[in-house]
Every structure is written in C-alpha cells, then in structure tokens.
C-alpha cells in the first residue's frame, strides 16, 4: 500500500474522529473509582460545610460582646460548655458566655466569631481577651467552599484522588463511570524473548509487551496480553483477527515498516480494515499506522521501543480516553528552557524522551540519553517529552522548547501543538 506520511496533528485528529465516546456505562463502588471517567458531573447534594463551623480550636462567642475590649481594659468570658467536633452546643450564649469550641465543631446558638485559642488569657471560669473580635471572624461558613446545586466537576473528568474526596463529601458510595474499552495487546516479532528466557543469538527480549502494559496501567486501564507472535502472516492474521473479536481495540508493536516480514499492512488487507494513515511526519515512529474495522481501532505502534512509547501516548492513549468520554485526554504541555545543546535537525516533528526539572525557578528540560527510536533507556529515564517542531535545525542550550508531560492525571482539552 502506498505511504503518504501526513503532520502529526492530522494523524491525531483522525484517530479522534474514530474514537468517539461510547455510550456504556457503569456503576462501581468509589474504592474503585480511580482512575475512571465520570459519566455524570458531580452536582453538590448540599452545601459544603453543610453548617457554619469553627475554623480553629478556640472559644465560640458573642462578637458585640467584645466591642468595649482594648489593650487596656480586657473582657473576661464564662465558658459555659466544650464542643468538640462532631458533638452540638444546645445552649443559647448569654451576654459573656463562650463555649470551648474545636475545630470542624458546629456553632452554638447566637455564636457568631470564633476566638483562637492563642489570643486567649486563662481566668478561673474561662478566659479574657485585649482585642476586639467582628462578626464571622475565624468561622467556616455554610456553602463557602461549594452551594448546594452548583455544578463542581463536568461529566468527562478523570477521577483522581480529589475528585474522590468529593464524592465521598456528597455519599457517593457507588459511582457512574464509564466502562473500559476492551484492549488486546500482541507482540509481534520473531526475535521476541519472553521477560523469563536466556538471551540466544539474534534474539531479544520482548520489552514493548510489558512497557504498554505499564502505560495502560498508569491510565487504570485493564487489557488481555496475547503474548508475543512471530512473523508468521498466517498466524498473526489469525491471532489478530481473535483479538478485534474480543475487544474494541487492538495494539499490536512490530510488523509495521517496510520490511519482509513486516506484515501488519498484508493483515490489515486480509481483515479488510480501512487504514486512516500508515506513516506520520514524526521521529521517532513514523511507521506508526492505526486503522479501523467497524468501531474498532487496530493501533499499529512500531517495534523501536521509543517509537512504540511515543506512539502510545500520542494516539492510543488519547483515543482510549476519548471512547470512555473523558474530555482531557491530551497530555499536557508546558515550555521550558533546553538544558544542553540538541545540535539534530528536524524534518519531521521529533519526540524526544526528556527529563524535566526545576533549575532554580526556571523550567529547564534535556534529553533522557541515546535517543534514536530503538532507544529503551532514555524511555527508563524520561518524565516528558521534547517537541521539536518539524523543519528546524538545530536548537542550543537556552532555547525554549515546548514538553509534553507524562504520567498525568488530568490532561487538555484540545490538541495544541
Ligand atoms: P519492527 O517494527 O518489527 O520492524 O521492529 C523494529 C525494531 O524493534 C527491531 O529492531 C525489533 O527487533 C525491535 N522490536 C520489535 N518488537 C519489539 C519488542 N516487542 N520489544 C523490543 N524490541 C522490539
Ligand atoms: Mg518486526
């Protein structure tokens, strides 16, 4: 099949337009929700704090009660009870009462300014204090952080771990999420080593099959694993065709160049796939194809394991979070600042596995390492990826670059590079 590479912002947009959201949803307990798409926003079912509460540990009192206070002449308060949170003060304060009052504890009737602790003196009966206190002082008032019926957090977001202290807030003890599309995952290559066996001449160890393992885990979604296949076109026609039977979608590394026995293409023909591109204006991973069958997706990442890495998280990873509804699937980019000299020119778009850090407060960035696309330690070693934009030369120390970041939970909404 002829090649026609096309810019990676093409390729995106065309494995976006197949990945729309599929509609299945279900409900899990909230232990089991992170990392899960929300099918619903999370509507506030009350106010948060449902009731004005002390922001410290302290004495609840009047405020107008403390209006004659100077440095001079301090006022001295009864305590009349303690409220310790989760218990209720019942009694109405009179003119120079207080409750002891800790923090998060509910105020008592007629309460209206909370005295820290600090600011107190000790008296027999209860404390004095030397300044004046305002009404509302030191409370947590009802609905500040959240008014009951307000929207907080769209359908679409990924659950994270403060996203679960809010549904906790409200009782979801169940949540709607979406379902996880079914993921296959085939290696293909008759040099493959499973992780267990001795190195042999001519043959290595099959990295790419654990390394998308981990990136589907990071995203908390489950897959089968089929193993790893050789370059067998009868036999990867057969295991493929198994696997789009029992998923929504397959990744599958190696087979994908130009090679004799790169038969990815020949598979996509026999299983009548329609091929949305099959080689992208980038480095590494430029052999990177993703074709359709019905709904499902065939992501035919590269063999070169930074390529495969890359290709993953440039297109399999936003198309999978797009079918479950998320509406951020893209990871998010930042600029920094090029630690070291990247003397390489640019035909194409080139991703390159980086680390990012701060030198100073400025964000500053510089390749992981060996970074051709058969490259796997500079993938150990990265926590982001350098963009450099196609038909450039050259970029030196100083320079600013644009870095995609890895590993995060939340990403953008659109695809902006
Ligand atoms: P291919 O894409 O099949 O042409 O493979 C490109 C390069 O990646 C070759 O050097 C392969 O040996 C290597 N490779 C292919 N699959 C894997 C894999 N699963 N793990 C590690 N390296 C691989
Ligand atoms: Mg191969």
């Given at each position: 099949?002829?090649?026609?590479?096309?810019?990676?912002?093409?390729?995106?947009?065309?494995?976006?337009?197949?990945?729309?959201?599929?509609?299945?949803?279900?409900?899990?307990?909230?232990?089991?929700?992170?990392?899960?798409?929300?099918?619903?926003?999370?509507?506030?079912?009350?106010?948060?704090?449902?009731?004005?509460?002390?922001?410290?540990?302290?004495?609840?009192?009047?405020?107008?009660?403390?209006?004659?206070?100077?440095?001079?002449?301090?006022?001295?308060?009864?305590?009349?009870?303690?409220?310790?949170?989760?218990?209720?003060?019942?009694?109405?304060?009179?003119?120079?009462?207080?409750?002891?009052?800790?923090?998060?504890?509910?105020?008592?009737?007629?309460?209206?300014?909370?005295?820290?602790?600090?600011?107190?003196?000790?008296?027999?009966?209860?404390?004095?204090?030397?300044?004046?206190?305002?009404?509302?002082?030191?409370?947590?008032?009802?609905?500040?952080?959240?008014?009951?019926?307000?929207?907080?957090?769209?359908?679409?977001?990924?659950?994270?771990?403060?996203?679960?202290?809010?549904?906790?807030?409200?009782?979801?003890?169940?949540?709607?999420?979406?379902?996880?599309?079914?993921?296959?995952?085939?290696?293909?290559?008759?040099?493959?080593?499973?992780?267990?066996?001795?190195?042999?001449?001519?043959?290595?160890?099959?990295?790419?099959?654990?390394?998308?393992?981990?990136?589907?885990?990071?995203?908390?979604?489950?897959?089968?694993?089929?193993?790893?296949?050789e370059d067998d076109l009868d036999a990867c026609t057969v295991l493929i065709t198994e696997a789009l039977e029992q998923?929504?979608?397959?990744?599958?590394?190696?087979?994908?160049?130009?090679?004799?026995?790169?038969?990815?293409?020949?598979?996509?023909?026999?299983?009548?796939?329609?091929?949305?591109?099959?080689?992208?204006?980038?480095?590494?991973?430029?052999?990177?194809?993703?074709?359709?069958?019905?709904?499902?997706?065939?992501f035919g990442l590269s063999g070169n394991p930074s390529a495969c890495f890359t290709g993953f998280e440039l297109f399999?990873?936003?198309?999978?979070?797009?079918?479950?509804?998320?509406?951020?699937?893209?990871?998010?980019?930042?600029?920094?600042?090029?630690?070291?000299?990247?003397?390489?020119?640019?035909?194409?778009?080139?991703?390159?596995?980086?680390?990012?850090?701060?030198?100073?407060?400025?964000?500053?960035?510089?390749?992981?390492?060996?970074?051709?696309?058969?490259?796997?330690?500079?993938?150990?070693?990265?926590?982001?990826?350098?963009?450099?934009?196609?038909?450039?030369?050259?970029?030196?120390?100083?320079?600013?670059?644009?870095?995609?970041?890895?590993?995060?939970?939340?990403?953008?909404?659109?695809?902006?590079?």
């Amino acid at each position: 099949m002829e090649r026609m590479a096309i810019p990676v912002k093409d390729a995106v947009q065309l494995v976006m337009d197949h990945s729309k959201k599929r509609l299945d949803k279900e409900v899990i307990p909230l232990q089991a929700a992170y990392g899960r798409i929300l099918v619903e926003p999370i509507i506030a079912k009350h106010d948060v704090p449902p009731f004005n509460r002390s922001a410290y540990d302290g004495f609840a009192i009047r405020a107008e009660d403390s209006a004659q206070v100077t440095t001079d002449n301090p006022v001295a308060f009864r305590v009349i009870g303690e409220i310790g949170a989760g218990h209720v003060g019942e009694q109405e304060l009179q003119t120079g009462e207080a409750y002891r009052i800790m923090t998060g504890a509910i105020l008592p009737p007629k309460a209206d300014a909370i005295i820290m602790l600090e600011d107190t003196t000790e008296t027999a009966d209860g404390f004095s204090i030397t300044k004046v206190f305002q009404s509302g002082d030191n409370i947590s008032f009802q609905g500040e952080d959240a008014k009951e019926g307000e929207i907080l957090i769209e359908a679409g977001s990924v659950i994270h771990p403060g996203t679960i202290a809010l549904l906790a807030t409200f009782g979801y003890a169940k949540v709607q999420v979406a379902t996880i599309p079914k993921v296959s995952l085939v290696s293909t290559g008759t040099e493959l080593l499973g992780v267990d066996e001795d190195l042999v001449p001519g043959k290595i160890r099959n990295s790419n099959g654990p390394m998308l393992q981990g990136q589907l885990d990071r995203m908390g979604v489950t897959y089968q694993s089929l193993g790893t296949m050789e370059d067998d076109l009868d036999a990867c026609t057969v295991l493929i065709t198994e696997a789009l039977e029992q998923s929504d979608l397959v990744i599958t590394t190696g087979g994908v160049s130009v090679g004799d026995y790169d038969y990815l293409p020949e598979i996509y023909r026999r299983l009548g796939a329609k091929v949305l591109f099959n080689k992208v204006m980038m480095r590494p991973g430029s052999v990177t194809t993703v074709a359709v069958l019905g709904n499902k997706l065939l992501f035919g990442l590269s063999g070169n394991p930074s390529a495969c890495f890359t290709g993953f998280e440039l297109f399999t990873r936003p198309a999978i979070l797009a079918m479950m509804g998320c509406t951020t699937p893209y990871m998010p980019r930042m600029k920094a600042v090029l630690g070291g000299d990247f003397p390489k020119s640019n035909p194409f778009t080139r991703f390159v596995r980086a680390i990012w850090y701060m030198n100073g407060n400025v964000a500053t960035v510089v390749p992981a390492g060996f970074n051709k696309s058969n490259a796997v330690s500079s993938i150990a070693r990265g926590n982001g990826i350098i963009v450099f934009p196609a038909d450039s030369s050259g970029f030196q120390t100083g320079m600013e670059v644009d870095v995609l970041l890895l590993g995060q939970e939340i990403g953008t909404k659109t695809w902006d590079l």
